[in-house]
């Protein structure tokens, strides 16, 4: 056991206020993590706001930091390694045993359901039990996880950026380069020019589309987005998006990904793809309405949602980091970084759209 600070989600909205909690150490399958940086992503504000995870809870997965400790039967890291933490994942299941753990059949009790594989809490404070969230709860100086959510990266990259890779960033880049899969020359859209949107934007160039055009309502996200790759930018409170996507790729794209979760996005995202055409949704989307026939059935489309990029963590980060090495991938350019302490100015900024991925440090 161990004492550590963390930043405490004690209830319903409530803002997050860093306390002395205890760790208990690893199990024989687990890592201790010293967090070295975590970034700040959507769902952490709807893990804090809407309780999708039992109250009180250790909210945090984007950790990035150095192994500390491992467990006897740890195998793919060791005291030292540089790790970025992504989701948990039991690997036995179907579909983690076909290469998706993102779809894993106990993904939700695994990774909101507050407690580890085992059943048992690894925080607690002055005895009470606290959540632990993503199967890591990095918004703390430590953090234990299971073997399976960590994932060693190259220690030549600069760690205090890496750990968005762990989730925003991967569920952006990941849909695009492992769900998809648009071909050398192809067409997409991608709707939402946030961290999410940002990350496929650069994946679709990395993939080569000959039509990237990012659709959002502030400028100044579309200039990044140019600078990212886009071909072409749409602001959707000037312009009629469908038309002006219909206008630039004659006829719509072949591929589109909505990271807004607004329902009326979705449709224009839906409406101006070609026939055949395939969208992906990222978001937490409330109802939509929507005509079946016309929208999907009659010019055969598919709309599908799509977790975490369907990424296999342990291949696919590792992969992000050398595009990034590379310059393929420049998603510092999303980042800002703020004190641990400052935790609750980084989900403001982001909220208010000040910040595109807040990371925050750790005191060293
Ligand atoms: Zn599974
Ligand atoms: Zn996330």
Redesign the pocket.
């Known amino acids: 056991m161990i004492k550590i600070k963390a930043a405490v989600t004690q209830g319903q909205g409530e803002p997050f206020k860093i306390e002395e909690v205890e760790l208990e150490g690893p199990k024989s399958d687990e890592v201790l993590v010293k967090i070295v940086a975590t970034g700040v992503c959507h769902t952490d504000a709807v893990a804090r706001d809407q309780g999708i995870t039992p109250y009180p809870a250790v909210l945090g997965h984007e950790g990035a930091g150095i192994v500390e400790q491992v467990g006897d039967s740890v195998e793919t890291v060791k005291p030292g390694d540089h790790v970025v933490l992504s989701f948990a994942?039991?690997?036995?299941?179907e579909?983690?045993l076909t290469g998706h753990?993102a779809y894993?059949?106990?993904?939700n009790e695994l990774n909101f359901g507050g407690r580890m594989r085992d059943n048992s809490h690894r925080l607690s404070r002055q005895g009470e039990k606290l959540s632990t969230f993503f199967g890591q709860s990095s918004f703390g100086t430590y953090a234990v996880a299971n073997e399976r959510s960590v994932v060693k990266v190259d220690p030549e990259a600069d760690l205090a950026l890496l750990g968005p890779l762990g989730c925003g960033i991967q569920t952006g880049s990941g849909t695009v380069l492992n769900a998809l899969k648009p071909e050398f020359g192809s067409s997409i859209a991608i709707f939402g020019a946030g961290a999410v949107g940002l990350s496929a934007i650069m994946a679709a160039a990395i993939t080569e589309c000959r039509y990237i055009i990012a659709v959002d309502i502030h400028d100044s996200r579309l200039e990044l987005a140019k600078e990212l790759g886009a071909t072409h930018v749409i602001n959707g409170r000037k312009e009629d998006v469908i038309e002006a996507i219909r206008g630039i790729t004659r006829g719509g794209t072949r591929y589109a990904l909505d990271t807004t979760g607004v329902p009326p996005v979705i449709l224009q995202a839906l409406r101006s793809l070609k026939p055949l055409g395939r969208l992906a949704v990222v978001g937490v989307t409330p109802d939509l309405t929507l005509n079946v026939h016309e929208d999907l059935m009659a010019e055969g489309k598919t709309m599908t949602g799509v977790i975490e990029g369907d990424a296999v963590p342990q291949i696919f980060i590792p992969q992000l980091v050398e595009y990034y090495r590379d310059g393929r991938f420049p998603f510092d350019k999303l980042v800002k970084f703020y004190d641990f302490e400052d935790i609750n100015q980084g989900f403001e900024d982001s909220k208010q759209g000040h910040a595109i991925k807040p990371i925050l440090k750790f005191p060293s």
Do not use: L, R, T
Request: charged share 0%; with cysteine.
């Open positions: 994942y039991c690997g036995h299941c579909n983690c753990p894993c059949m106990v993904f």
